[in-house]
């Protein structure tokens, strides 16, 4: 089975700087998504972006953007101009494009803290 | 709205006591799935289902089961519930045809304690 790994069980920054979440994850499969996911104090998993394995751009979203590393396996979070509504639990997360199922495999999460 | 509905959404249960967990998803989605989050543990899928009449173990299926009647609900049950399934449980649906990037689309949670 995959395995995905955040390192970095909390993190805090300062409000309207830039933070960077680190996750790692190991297969040995070529075709995959990346994702990573929000979970406020209100419980619910909300997306934040997405990477298409195969895709050699970094996917962005407004603030919000990742540093794609096939090679090295890593897909790392940044938040730029960081507001107080991001504080939350962030979840990395790998998907399977090809075997039936499709499952989402997670990290363990970090916990961003945004200080005032 | 369109998306996912979970019921209950907190629950206190006595050991060896059961319940039914329903999920409901209004998307036409074939996948479901149910997790189960837990301090430091990120989430850990219990059981899965890929269409109608279908399901198939997760990484963690011991003592849960799980049944898909209806494409648009994906039932949990524990038959005798330990403290140890203490947590909190969401489920999630997804259109997956082979090559898409579509992320989950999660319920709010079930936070179920055992005592």
């Known amino acids: 089975a995959q395995t995905v790994t955040q390192s970095q069980p909390e993190m805090s920054v300062q409000e309207a700087e830039t933070v960077t979440l680190s996750c790692t994850y190991d297969?040995?499969?070529?075709?995959?998504?990346l994702f990573w996911y929000k979970q406020p104090p209100s419980r619910q998993m909300i997306l934040v972006i997405r990477?298409?394995?195969?895709?050699?751009q970094n996917a962005t979203e407004n603030r919000f953007s990742v540093n794609f590393q096939k090679a090295a396996k890593s897909f790392s979070l940044k938040i730029s101009d960081s507001q107080l509504g991001d504080a939350a639990m962030y979840f990395c997360?790998?998907?399977?494009?090809?075997?039936?199922?499709?499952?989402?495999?997670f990290g363990t999460g970090t916990s961003l803290t945004v200080i005032p | 709205n369109a998306g996912v509905t979970q019921t209950p959404k907190f629950r206190v249960l006595k050991t060896g006591q059961s319940m039914t967990l329903l999920c409901a998803q209004d998307?036409?989605?074939?996948?479901m799935y149910w997790y189960r989050q837990d301090p430091g543990m990120g989430l850990r899928l219990i059981h899965y289902?890929?269409?109608?009449?279908?399901?198939a173990k997760g990484e963690v299926p011991d003592g849960y089961n799980v049944s898909r009647l209806k494409k648009q609900n994906f039932l949990l049950g524990l038959e005798s519930a330990a403290p140890s399934q203490t947590s909190v449980y969401f489920c999630?649906?997804?259109?997956?045809?082979?090559?898409?990037?579509?992320?989950?689309?999660f319920g709010s949670g079930t936070r179920l304690t055992v005592v």
């Open positions: 999630a649906s997804s259109y997956t045809p082979t090559g898409t990037s579509y992320g989950y689309t």
């Open positions: 289902s890929v269409g109608e009449g279908t399901t």
């Open positions: 297969t040995s499969e070529s075709d995959y998504y």
């Open positions: 997360a790998y998907r399977s494009a090809t075997v039936a199922g499709n499952q989402f495999y």
């Open positions: 998307m036409n989605h074939e996948y």
């Open positions: 990477q298409e394995a195969y895709k050699q």
